[in-house]
């Protein structure tokens, strides 16, 4: 664990999602000048721009196999994860200041809700998650996503790992069953931290 | 746990023990948890031949449930069809193993009381199971929109932030425990001390990190069948 237990983690497997990388964290760098930066990436890639990287497998659908092992892969008691396609504009401490107050993890609802909700993933995906769930969760967007390394986040995280192999797939239908199983105490952050004026969002840029 | 046998009345999506996804057609008969089964009665995706049966499942479930108004609102028709517990006040309490609080302005139906107990109710064997559950008042709405400038500098010197996504307080519904309970004293605090509701709630909840399963906003609106049996 290092001396100030808190950085920030990106996945990024390929080229496009290497290049989002490398520009999120240039912009980080603006808010966040000393905040250390880790980067998971492909075997053999090598280093993301200025950022220490560490190679990882990528089974299925690239970057989520290495998203839900993120308990396993931070070194650092709070992490503030963020989607290679993402752009900082703004400070990001209350989010560590939501981890500090006790919580477990903090993040944003997903833009799409109720009938929209989940259409990214496949259509067996979609209904069996909806099925296995009380009616109507919320849905949550894991592009932003403070946690802090506790009992229950690890907890989650090896519930979130077990979903994830069913399909090996998207990630944010996995999340949801994993937090029907186990429960965490979950702050809920505006849309200005995802997709908004502090969080920027490029959904899709990674493909291109 | 028990499974409770239904008829399907429309089409059933149900996953079995396996993981994999079952179709049950209408007039399918088909086990299920109890949970499962609650939710897909009151939404007349189900039915059984005995309404009698129907209120039994459900009266048993919620035999530790209760609603609290905080002023006057005929419940009858939901507290009789459950022989739910009644309460009044004038501030959010928990008289209840499991309470829903409501505003008084607010129109339910059984089944909007029911599946928000089941939603929070204690799960038997589970590591953790949700002590509160409550919808967000809007998509797009946050606390830097609502609320006195006192209130959002209040909850700003708290949090750090007011982009935050703000809860509707007419309807929550909240299991007993030594947090929940010191939560609920810390919202009446702050409502006593003249802070908006909104803010009120989440300054509390912030403090006393509840389990919370946030809904989505209208929940309450949305999934109800538009005819009753």
Not at chain 1, 100 to 114: E, K, R, V
Not at chain 2, 153 to 169: E, F, M, R, W
Not at chain 2, 191 to 204: K, R
């Amino acid at each position: 664990m290092v001396a100030n237990n808190r950085g920030v983690i990106y996945v990024a497997f390929g080229r496009g999602a290497r290049r989002e990388a490398r520009l999120s964290a240039e912009s980080l760098k603006r808010y966040h000048p000393l905040m250390p930066v880790l980067v998971i990436t492909g075997r053999d890639d090598g280093p993301v721009g200025w950022a220490p990287s560490v190679e990882y497998d990528d089974p299925g659908t690239p970057g989520r196999w290495a998203k839900v092992n993120l308990d396993r892969l931070t070194i650092w008691e709070d992490t503030l994860f963020l989607d290679a396609d993402t752009r900082v504009y703004g400070n990001l401490e209350q989010g560590f200041q939501v981890l500090s107050q006790g919580y477990d993890l903090a993040m944003c609802p997903s833009i799409p809700q109720q009938a929209e909700m989940l259409g990214h993933l496949t259509e067996e995906e979609r209904t069996t998650t909806l099925v296995s769930l009380p009616i109507e969760p919320l849905q949550l967007n894991t592009g932003v996503m403070w946690f802090r390394k506790t009992a229950a986040i690890t907890k989650l995280f090896a519930e979130w790992r077990r979903q994830w192999k069913r399909w090996q797939d998207k990630d944010q239908g996995a999340l949801l069953r994993a937090l029907y199983q186990r429960p965490v105490r979950i702050w809920l952050m505006g849309r200005a931290f995802n997709a908004g004026t502090i969080v920027g969002h490029r959904f899709g840029a990674c493909a291109r | 746990m028990a499974k409770v046998q239904l008829q399907a009345v429309g089409t059933v999506h149900e996953v079995d023990e396996h993981g994999q996804l079952v179709i049950y057609h209408p007039g399918d008969w088909f086990k299920t948890g109890k949970q499962r089964a609650i939710e897909l009665l009151e939404t007349r995706q189900a039915k059984l031949p005995d309404q009698e049966q129907v209120k039994a499942i459900v009266k048993e479930d919620l035999a530790d449930c209760g609603i609290l108004s905080l002023g006057e609102s005929d419940l009858s028709a939901i507290v009789n069809q459950y022989e739910l517990k009644h309460a009044m006040a004038e501030y959010p309490k928990l008289p209840f193993g499991r309470t829903l609080i409501i505003a008084p302005h607010l129109t339910l139906s059984p089944q909007h009381v029911a599946v928000g107990f089941v939603r929070i109710e204690r799960r038997k064997g589970a590591y953790a199971s949700w002590e509160m559950a409550a919808m967000l008042r809007s998509e797009s709405i946050t606390a830097a929109q609502i609320g006195t400038e006192d209130d959002q500098k209040a909850t700003l010197n708290l949090v750090g932030t007011i982009a935050l996504p703000v809860y509707d307080t007419s309807a929550v519904w909240i299991r007993k425990t030594r947090d929940t309970e010191r939560m609920v004293e810390a919202w009446v605090q702050n409502l006593q001390d003249g802070v908006g509701d909104e803010h009120a709630f989440l300054q509390a909840l912030y403090q006393h990190k509840i389990l919370i399963c946030s809904l989505p906003t209208g929940w309450l609106g949305r999934w109800l069948p538009t005819t009753e049996a």
